[in-house]
C-alpha cells in the first residue's frame, strides 16, 4: 500500500477544521497525482458488506441456466446478470476473464425518472435476501460519496454541495464481480485488462483476492489492496472531464494470480457513482487557464456514458 495515500474520512467530517483541511487536501493531493486513494472510517456497515459479499458468492455458485435467467441483453449490463466474455476495455481485442451482477439506482422519493436509463433491478428468486442486501450496500455507498464528493468539492474551489443535486437519483451502479478459476491457457487475456473507471468516483471494498494494479504517469505498474478497514476510491472519466483534467483518472487492471492459484475464485464489488444523466461534464471554468487549456467538448454524462458502453461491448 505504500503507492497509495491512506486518508480518514473522520477527519472531513470531524467538524475540527484544521482536520477537515487535512482531508481535503490530501485527498485532492492524490486525486493530482495518483487518482487513487486508501480511506479509512468510511462508514459503510462491515456486516453488510460481509455479507453481500456471502451472497454473491452464492449467486455465482447457482447454475449457468439459472444465472441466465437473469440476463437481459436490452439492459447493456446495467442491470442484473452479465454472463462471462462480454465485457472488454475499450483498446482491447480480448474480453475480460469476468462475470457480473449489477445494481442501479432504488428511486425512494417518488421521482419519475426515465425508463431508459432506470431499468428496474432484477429479483435473484433462488436468494431471497440479495436484493435487500445489495438496496442496503448501495444506500451505504452513495452516502458515502456524497461526502466523498464535497471534499473534492472543496478543493476544486466550488461550493461545498456543488455534487449533491447532481447524484441525487444519480444512475450509479454497485457491480458485484465474480472472477472464476482459469482453467486454460488464458491467451493474451487477462481478469480485467488496463482501462480506466468511466464515472466520477468509485469505491471498492476489499476484494477476496489480490491482483488490482494502478500505473503512474512513467507507466510502471503499482499492487494496489485496502486493508480490511479501508476501501479504495479511485477518480473516473467524468470526474476528469469536469475538471479539465487537474484530477487524474487512473489507469488500473486486474492480473491474473500465479499459475499455482490459477484454480482460485476472485470477488470484488465496486460501486461506480455516476450522476444524474441530464448533468452536464462541460469543463468547469475555473480549472481552464492558459496553461491548462480546455481539453474536452460539451457533453452530457447520458451522452458520455452511452458512448463508453458502446466501446467495450455491452451496447451495440
Known amino acids: 500500500m505504500s503507492y497509495i495515500p491512506v486518508l480518514d474520512l473522520a477527519d472531513y467530517l470531524s467538524g475540527d477544521e484544521a482536520r477537515r483541511q487535512k482531508f481535503i487536501q490530501g485527498f485532492g493531493k492524490a486525486y493530482s497525482e495518483i487518482g487513487f486513494a486508501a480511506i479509512e472510517n468510511h462508514g459503510i456497515p462491515q456486516d453488510i458488506i460481509n455479507k453481500y459479499y456471502g451472497l454473491v458468492e452464492q449467486f455465482y455458485a447457482l447454475p449457468l441456466e439459472s444465472k441466465h435467467n437473469y440476463e437481459k441483453i436490452e439492459y447493456a449490463g446495467q442491470r442484473g446478470y452479465t454472463s462471462f466474455g462480454r465485457e472488454k476495455a475499450k483498446q482491447s481485442e480480448v474480453a475480460d ?69 447532481k447524484i441525487h437519483n444519480g444512475n450509479s451502479i454497485l457491480r458485484a464481480i465474480h472472477y472464476p478459476p482459469i482453467t486454460q491457457e488464458p491467451k493474451s487475456a487477462i481478469r480485467a485488462e488496463a482501462h480506466e473507471d468511466i ?39 467524468m470526474l476528469q472531464r469536469l475538471c479539465n483534467n487537474k484530477l487524474k483518472s487512473t489507469t488500473h487492471r486486474v492480473v491474473n494470480p500465479p499459475r499455482e492459484k490459477w484454480h482460485t475464485h476472485r470477488y470484488s464489488i465496486p460501486f461506480f457513482l455516476h450522476p444524474r444523466s441530464e ?38
Open 97 to 165: 476473464l469476468k462475470e457480473f451482477w449489477q445494481v442501479g439506482q432504488y428511486i425512494e422519493d417518488g421521482e419519475v425518472m426515465p425508463a431508459a436509463d432506470y431499468p428496474d433491478n432484477l429479483e435473484v428468486a433462488e436468494l431471497p435476501e440479495f436484493n435487500e442486501t445489495g438496496r442496503l450496500l448501495y444506500k451505504s455507498f452513495e452516502n458515502s460519496g456524497r461526502h466523498l464528493l464535497r471534499a473534492i468539492a472543496e478543493y476544486l474551489g466550488l461550493a461545498v454541495n456543488y455534487f449533491d443535486a
Open 199 to 237: 464515472n466520477l468516483i468509485t469505491l471498492l471494498v476489499g476484494a477476496s483476492a489480490d491482483g488490482l494494479q494502478v500505473q503512474d504517469v512513467e507507466g510502471n505498474w503499482h499492487d494496489a489492496k485496502a486493508e480490511p478497514q479501508q476501501i479504495m476510491v479511485n477518480v473516473g472519466d
Open 279 to 316: 448533468v452536464r461534464l462541460d469543463c468547469l471554468e475555473n480549472c481552464i487557464d492558459d496553461a491548462h487549456p480546455l481539453a474536452y467538448a460539451p457533453i452530457t454524462a447520458g451522452e458520455y456514458l452511452d458512448e463508453r458502453l458502446r466501446e467495450i461491448g455491452l451496447k451495440k
